[in-house]
Protein backbone atom coordinates (compact mmCIF):
# COMPACT_ATOMS: atom_id res chain seq x y z
CA UNK A 1 0.00 0.00 0.00
CA UNK A 2 1.22 3.30 -0.91
CA UNK A 3 2.32 5.35 2.26
CA UNK A 4 3.00 8.81 3.38
CA UNK A 5 6.44 9.02 0.97
CA UNK A 6 4.48 7.64 -2.05
CA UNK A 7 1.34 9.70 -1.65
CA UNK A 8 3.10 12.87 -1.03
CA UNK A 9 5.27 12.15 -3.99
CA UNK A 10 1.96 11.63 -5.87
CA UNK A 11 0.22 15.30 -4.45
CA UNK A 12 3.54 17.29 -5.48
CA UNK A 13 3.29 15.93 -9.06
CA UNK A 14 -0.57 16.29 -9.30
CA UNK A 15 0.30 20.36 -7.83
CA UNK A 16 2.47 20.75 -11.01
CA UNK A 17 -0.25 19.01 -13.56
CA UNK A 18 -3.87 19.97 -12.74
CA UNK A 19 -4.39 22.39 -10.95
CA UNK A 20 -6.51 25.33 -12.90
CA UNK A 21 -7.45 22.65 -15.30
CA UNK A 22 -11.63 21.79 -15.73
CA UNK A 23 -12.67 18.53 -15.74
CA UNK A 24 -14.41 18.12 -19.13
CA UNK A 25 -15.49 13.87 -18.19
CA UNK A 26 -15.58 11.15 -15.94
CA UNK A 27 -15.05 7.12 -16.65
CA UNK A 28 -14.90 4.78 -13.92
CA UNK A 29 -15.19 0.50 -14.43
CA UNK A 30 -15.41 0.45 -11.04
CA UNK A 31 -19.55 0.49 -11.14
CA UNK A 32 -20.81 -2.72 -9.25
CA UNK A 33 -24.02 -3.49 -7.64
CA UNK A 34 -22.34 -4.88 -4.69
CA UNK A 35 -21.11 -1.44 -3.45
CA UNK A 36 -24.48 0.01 -3.08
CA UNK A 37 -25.00 2.72 -1.02
CA UNK A 38 -21.02 2.98 0.03
CA UNK A 39 -21.15 6.74 -1.53
CA UNK A 40 -18.05 5.76 -3.47
CA UNK A 41 -18.01 5.66 -7.03
CA UNK A 42 -17.90 1.85 -6.93
CA UNK A 43 -21.66 2.22 -6.86
CA UNK A 44 -23.45 3.40 -9.59
CA UNK A 45 -26.02 5.77 -8.50
CA UNK A 46 -23.27 7.11 -6.53
CA UNK A 47 -20.66 7.26 -9.56
CA UNK A 48 -24.50 9.56 -11.55
CA UNK A 49 -23.99 12.69 -8.83
CA UNK A 50 -20.82 12.31 -8.59
CA UNK A 51 -19.87 12.70 -12.34
CA UNK A 52 -22.62 15.54 -12.06
CA UNK A 53 -21.29 17.23 -9.04
CA UNK A 54 -17.19 17.65 -10.89
CA UNK A 55 -17.98 17.97 -14.45
CA UNK A 56 -17.17 21.58 -15.11
CA UNK A 57 -15.16 22.09 -12.32
CA UNK A 58 -11.89 23.58 -11.97
CA UNK A 59 -9.14 22.43 -9.75
CA UNK A 60 -7.62 24.94 -7.53
CA UNK A 61 -5.71 22.90 -5.30
CA UNK A 62 -4.74 19.18 -4.61
CA UNK A 63 -3.27 17.96 -0.54
CA UNK A 64 -2.61 14.73 1.61
CA UNK A 65 -4.00 13.79 4.57
CA UNK A 66 -1.89 10.52 5.64
CA UNK A 67 -2.72 8.37 2.52
CA UNK A 68 -5.46 10.35 1.28
CA UNK A 69 -5.26 12.23 -1.66
CA UNK A 70 -7.45 15.59 -2.01
CA UNK A 71 -8.68 17.52 -4.77
CA UNK A 72 -10.48 20.46 -4.13
CA UNK A 73 -12.84 21.86 -6.99
CA UNK A 74 -13.86 25.39 -7.52
CA UNK A 75 -17.94 24.16 -6.44
CA UNK A 76 -16.39 23.66 -2.87
CA UNK A 77 -16.15 20.09 -3.27
CA UNK A 78 -13.45 17.50 -3.01
CA UNK A 79 -12.69 14.29 -4.76
CA UNK A 80 -10.97 12.25 -1.90
CA UNK A 81 -9.08 9.28 -3.45
CA UNK A 82 -7.40 6.75 -1.36
CA UNK A 83 -4.89 4.79 -3.45
CA UNK A 84 -5.41 1.63 -0.96
CA UNK A 85 -3.15 -1.52 -1.98
CA UNK A 86 -2.14 -1.31 -5.20
CA UNK A 87 -3.73 2.29 -6.88
CA UNK A 88 -1.37 4.79 -8.23
CA UNK A 89 -2.61 7.76 -10.32
CA UNK A 90 -0.87 8.86 -13.56
CA UNK A 91 -1.41 12.01 -15.93
CA UNK A 92 -0.80 11.82 -19.57
CA UNK A 93 -2.68 11.56 -22.57
CA UNK A 94 -4.73 8.32 -23.19
CA UNK A 95 -6.96 6.81 -25.66
CA UNK A 96 -10.26 4.93 -25.45
CA UNK A 97 -9.69 1.55 -27.59
CA UNK A 98 -13.32 -0.33 -27.54
CA UNK A 99 -12.01 -3.25 -28.10
CA UNK A 100 -9.94 -3.87 -25.35
CA UNK A 101 -12.26 -5.09 -22.99
CA UNK A 102 -10.21 -5.57 -20.19
CA UNK A 103 -7.92 -2.16 -20.48
CA UNK A 104 -9.90 0.00 -22.92
CA UNK A 105 -7.94 3.30 -22.00
CA UNK A 106 -4.20 2.91 -23.46
CA UNK A 107 -1.25 5.57 -22.83
CA UNK A 108 -0.66 7.40 -25.25
CA UNK A 109 2.30 9.51 -23.67
CA UNK A 110 4.92 9.94 -21.51
CA UNK A 111 6.19 6.61 -22.91
CA UNK A 112 6.44 5.88 -19.05
CA UNK A 113 2.60 5.07 -18.71
CA UNK A 114 3.06 1.96 -20.93
CA UNK A 115 4.66 0.56 -17.85
CA UNK A 116 2.77 -2.89 -17.22
CA UNK A 117 1.73 -1.83 -13.75
CA UNK A 118 0.34 1.34 -14.89
CA UNK A 119 -2.55 -0.70 -17.36
CA UNK A 120 -5.04 -1.56 -14.92
CA UNK A 121 -7.12 2.25 -15.43
CA UNK A 122 -10.02 1.58 -13.28
CA UNK A 123 -10.90 5.41 -12.96
CA UNK A 124 -10.47 8.66 -15.14
CA UNK A 125 -10.54 12.07 -15.80
CA UNK A 126 -10.30 14.04 -18.96
CA UNK A 127 -9.46 17.37 -18.76
CA UNK A 128 -10.30 20.82 -20.89
CA UNK A 129 -6.37 20.37 -22.15
CA UNK A 130 -7.50 16.98 -23.46
CA UNK A 131 -4.93 15.07 -20.69
CA UNK A 132 -5.95 12.98 -18.29
CA UNK A 133 -5.86 11.72 -14.72
CA UNK A 134 -5.46 8.28 -14.28
CA UNK A 135 -6.47 5.32 -11.82
CA UNK A 136 -4.55 2.12 -12.27
CA UNK A 137 -5.45 0.31 -9.57
CA UNK A 138 -5.11 -4.10 -10.28
CA UNK A 139 -7.04 -4.78 -7.65
CA UNK A 140 -9.82 -2.74 -7.62
CA UNK A 141 -9.68 -1.94 -3.86
CA UNK A 142 -9.08 2.10 -3.95
CA UNK A 143 -11.57 4.58 -3.05
CA UNK A 144 -12.82 7.37 -4.65
CA UNK A 145 -15.27 9.63 -3.10
CA UNK A 146 -16.88 12.98 -2.71
CA UNK A 147 -17.26 15.86 0.23
CA UNK A 148 -17.35 19.35 1.07
CA UNK A 149 -14.02 20.78 1.08
CA UNK A 150 -15.18 22.84 4.42
CA UNK A 151 -15.81 19.87 6.17
CA UNK A 152 -13.16 17.23 4.75
CA UNK A 153 -11.20 17.41 7.64
CA UNK A 154 -13.92 16.43 9.99
CA UNK A 155 -15.69 13.86 7.33
CA UNK A 156 -16.20 10.31 8.53
CA UNK A 157 -12.90 9.79 6.18
CA UNK A 158 -10.56 11.67 7.86
CA UNK A 159 -11.67 12.55 11.49
CA UNK A 160 -10.49 10.16 13.59
CA UNK A 161 -6.83 10.31 11.87
CA UNK A 162 -3.82 10.84 13.86
CA UNK A 163 -1.00 13.50 13.56
CA UNK A 164 1.34 14.18 10.43
CA UNK A 165 5.04 12.96 11.61
CA UNK A 166 6.62 15.34 9.24
CA UNK A 167 4.67 18.49 10.31
CA UNK A 168 6.16 21.20 12.20
CA UNK A 169 3.60 20.85 15.57
CA UNK A 170 4.59 17.05 15.79
CA UNK A 171 7.11 17.67 18.70
CA UNK A 172 8.62 15.08 20.76
CA UNK A 173 5.87 15.91 23.33
CA UNK A 174 2.83 14.86 21.09
CA UNK A 175 4.81 11.41 20.17
CA UNK A 176 4.95 10.44 23.24
CA UNK A 177 1.55 11.89 24.25
CA UNK A 178 -0.19 9.55 21.39
CA UNK A 179 1.84 6.39 22.49
CA UNK A 180 -0.18 6.59 25.80
CA UNK A 181 -2.80 5.38 24.03
CA UNK A 182 -0.96 2.13 23.10
CA UNK A 183 0.88 1.76 25.92
CA UNK A 184 0.01 -2.11 26.37
CA UNK A 185 0.74 -2.64 22.58
CA UNK A 186 3.26 -3.77 20.09
CA UNK A 187 5.28 -0.72 18.94
CA UNK A 188 5.02 -2.14 15.20
CA UNK A 189 1.41 -2.08 15.25
CA UNK A 190 1.32 1.15 17.18
CA UNK A 191 3.39 2.82 14.46
CA UNK A 192 0.84 1.59 11.86
CA UNK A 193 -2.05 2.26 13.33
CA UNK A 194 -3.72 5.61 11.72
CA UNK A 195 -5.57 6.45 14.90
CA UNK A 196 -2.15 7.31 16.42
CA UNK A 197 0.05 8.36 13.51
CA UNK A 198 -1.06 9.17 9.70
CA UNK A 199 0.85 7.27 7.14
CA UNK A 200 3.20 5.01 8.03
CA UNK A 201 2.25 1.50 7.23
CA UNK A 202 4.10 -1.54 6.70
CA UNK A 203 7.52 0.19 5.06
CA UNK A 204 8.59 2.82 7.01
CA UNK A 205 7.71 0.79 10.46
CA UNK A 206 10.37 -1.48 10.19
CA UNK A 207 12.82 1.07 8.37
CA UNK A 208 12.40 3.45 11.13
CA UNK A 209 12.53 0.75 13.97
CA UNK A 210 15.65 -0.74 12.00
CA UNK A 211 17.03 3.07 12.38
CA UNK A 212 15.77 3.53 16.32
CA UNK A 213 17.65 0.19 17.42
CA UNK A 214 13.88 -0.98 18.37
CA UNK A 215 12.01 -4.65 18.66
CA UNK A 216 9.25 -4.26 16.55
CA UNK A 217 7.37 -6.67 19.03
CA UNK A 218 8.39 -4.63 22.01
CA UNK A 219 5.66 -3.13 23.90
CA UNK A 220 5.49 0.87 24.10
CA UNK A 221 5.51 0.87 27.68
CA UNK A 222 8.83 -0.96 28.01
CA UNK A 223 10.68 1.41 25.87
CA UNK A 224 12.74 3.96 27.46
CA UNK A 225 12.18 7.63 26.49
CA UNK A 226 15.92 7.46 24.85
CA UNK A 227 14.93 4.90 22.58
CA UNK A 228 11.65 6.45 21.52
CA UNK A 229 13.29 9.77 20.99
CA UNK A 230 15.36 7.67 18.37
CA UNK A 231 12.62 6.85 17.30
CA UNK A 232 10.69 10.22 16.82
CA UNK A 233 14.11 11.09 15.15
CA UNK A 234 14.18 7.95 12.81
CA UNK A 235 10.64 8.38 11.61
CA UNK A 236 10.89 11.63 10.05
CA UNK A 237 14.35 11.35 8.61
CA UNK A 238 13.09 7.79 7.23
CA UNK A 239 10.08 9.69 5.58
CA UNK A 240 11.90 12.50 4.35
CA UNK A 241 14.21 9.90 2.66
CA UNK A 242 11.09 8.13 1.33
CA UNK A 243 10.02 11.59 -0.42
CA UNK A 244 13.04 12.66 -1.47
CA UNK A 245 13.47 9.27 -3.29
CA UNK A 246 10.39 9.30 -5.07
CA UNK A 247 8.82 7.27 -2.68
CA UNK A 248 8.86 2.95 -2.61
CA UNK A 249 8.21 1.11 -6.45
CA UNK A 250 9.38 -2.31 -4.75
CA UNK A 251 5.42 -3.48 -5.67
CA UNK A 252 2.50 -1.69 -8.09
CA UNK A 253 3.41 2.12 -6.85
CA UNK A 254 4.51 4.61 -9.92
CA UNK A 255 4.59 8.40 -9.63
CA UNK A 256 2.22 10.72 -11.81
CA UNK A 257 4.22 10.25 -15.04
CA UNK A 258 4.64 6.29 -14.61
CA UNK A 259 8.10 6.21 -12.92
CA UNK A 260 9.37 3.94 -10.57
CA UNK A 261 10.49 5.60 -7.19
CA UNK A 262 13.58 4.90 -5.59
CA UNK A 263 13.46 3.95 -1.96
CA UNK A 264 13.48 0.46 -2.54
CA UNK A 265 16.73 0.86 -3.37
CA UNK A 266 17.79 1.59 0.03
CA UNK A 267 16.10 -0.91 2.29
CA UNK A 268 17.82 -1.94 5.44
CA UNK A 269 15.05 -4.12 6.82
CA UNK A 270 12.03 -4.04 4.88
CA UNK A 271 11.97 -7.32 2.48
CA UNK A 272 15.60 -8.14 3.36
CA UNK A 273 15.12 -11.48 4.99
CA UNK A 274 18.27 -13.79 5.53
CA UNK A 275 20.63 -10.92 4.21
CA UNK A 276 23.52 -9.10 6.95
CA UNK A 277 22.38 -6.26 8.77
CA UNK A 278 24.01 -3.20 7.16
CA UNK A 279 24.49 -1.11 10.18
CA UNK A 280 28.13 -0.53 10.75
CA UNK A 281 29.74 -3.25 13.13
CA UNK A 282 26.62 -5.11 13.41
CA UNK A 283 26.61 -8.62 13.27
CA UNK A 284 23.23 -9.55 13.05
CA UNK A 285 21.01 -11.22 10.52
CA UNK A 286 17.65 -9.46 9.15
CA UNK A 287 15.02 -11.72 10.55
CA UNK A 288 11.12 -12.33 9.48
CA UNK A 289 8.29 -12.42 11.55
CA UNK A 290 4.70 -11.95 11.54
CA UNK A 291 2.63 -9.25 13.91
CA UNK A 292 -0.68 -8.39 13.63
CA UNK A 293 -0.94 -10.02 9.88
CA UNK A 294 2.13 -8.02 8.65
CA UNK A 295 5.50 -9.10 7.44
CA UNK A 296 7.54 -7.73 10.28
CA UNK A 297 11.54 -7.15 8.99
CA UNK A 298 14.19 -6.51 11.74
CA UNK A 299 18.08 -7.06 12.83
CA UNK A 300 18.21 -10.26 15.58
CA UNK A 301 21.44 -8.76 16.87
CA UNK A 302 20.85 -4.81 17.43
CA UNK A 303 17.17 -5.03 17.71
CA UNK A 304 16.53 -7.27 20.36
CA UNK A 305 13.24 -7.85 22.35
CA UNK A 306 14.99 -7.74 25.97
Known sequence: MPELPEVETTVNGLKAKIVNLVIKDVWTSYNSPYFKGSETIKDPVYFKYFKKTVIGQKITSVERRAKNILINLNNGQTILIHMKMTGHLLYGLYKFNAKNKNDPWEPISPESLKDPFNRRVRFLLTFNNDKHLALSDT???????????????????????????????????????VLKSKARTKIKQALTDQTVLSGIGNIYADESLWRASIHPAKIVSTIQRVRLKELFKAIKETLSKGINLGGDSMSDYRNVDGDRGKFQEKHMAYQKTGEKCGKRGCKGIITRIVLGGRATHYCDHHQRLE
Do not use: W, Y
Not at 151 to 168: F, M, R, V
Open 139 to 177: RKFAKVTLAKTAEIHTSIHLKDLGPEPLDKSFTLEVFLD
